[in-house]
């Protein structure tokens, strides 16, 4: 059983383009949650989206968008891409709900020069 | 202030030792309690989840939560090189089917032989 799978796993990209990352839940999962994860720190939660719609946004600016499938996979969109957004970008897929059955990908780590 | 405090180590200590990680927060809502073990270039795996105050035990690892404090504890017993990685807590709130999670900043663990 696969579990959360993302694309690409290192990206580079200059300050002011875009960029879009990817997502595919773990089987049976319903929800996919964004986070950032910069050097030295913990996950910071992006947006969480059910059901199509973003359901949760954390403190990130409106730069930051994304979008869910109806085959419940995910994007994150980065627009004017700064220094500061280099990270680590984490998916999690979960039960609608179930705040312990979060599974994580390894991530897409982008750097921005 | 951030809402989750964690010391970000780094941590060292011989093999067998016994290893206590703790966190500390502010915000009274968060019901559901977790650590999460990351490696070095991968996702965040959970490790041990509690909900509300108590104890919790699963082989050599013991998680406590003290609410009244707004402390939570991770105990690592006959601790393993295998067990160095970085310890991340976690909570999220009792809402009405999100489960956005919020981290500490993680501790640095490494167990020598």
């Known amino acids: 059983d696969a579990g959360v799978t993302q694309s690409p796993t290192h990206l580079i990209k200059t300050r002011g383009q875009q960029v879009t990352l990817r997502c595919s839940p773990k089987s049976g999962h319903d929800t996919v949650s964004w986070y950032q994860q910069a050097l030295g720190q913990g996950p910071q939660f992006i947006f969480q989206y059910y059901e199509e719609e973003e359901r949760q946004r954390g403190n990130f600016p409106d730069r930051f968008s994304g979008h869910q499938f109806p085959n419940y996979s995910s994007e994150l969109n980065v627009n004017a891409l700064l220094l500061g957004d280099s990270a680590l970008y984490l998916c999690?897929?979960?039960?609608?709900?179930?705040?312990?059955?979060?599974?994580f990908g390894s991530g897409t780590r982008l750097t921005v020069v | 202030q951030k809402e989750v405090e964690q010391d970000p180590g780094p941590l060292s200590v011989p093999e067998g030792a016994i290893v206590s990680l703790n966190c500390t927060y502010s915000n009274s809502a968060f019901q559901y309690f977790m650590w999460y073990r990351q490696y070095s270039r991968k996702g965040p795996e959970l490790l041990m989840y509690?909900?509300?105050?108590g104890n919790k035990e699963d082989g050599r690892f013991t998680a406590q939560v003290d609410k009244s404090s707004k402390y939570i504890s991770l105990f690592i017993r006959d601790s393993q090189p295998s067990d160095s990685a970085t310890y991340l807590c976690a909570m999220s709130e009792l809402t009405g089917g999100g489960n956005k999670l919020t981290f500490g900043t993680g501790t640095q663990l490494k167990v020598e032989l």
């Open positions: 509690t909900y509300s105050s």
């Open positions: 999690a897929s979960s039960s609608r709900g179930d705040h312990y059955g979060y599974t």
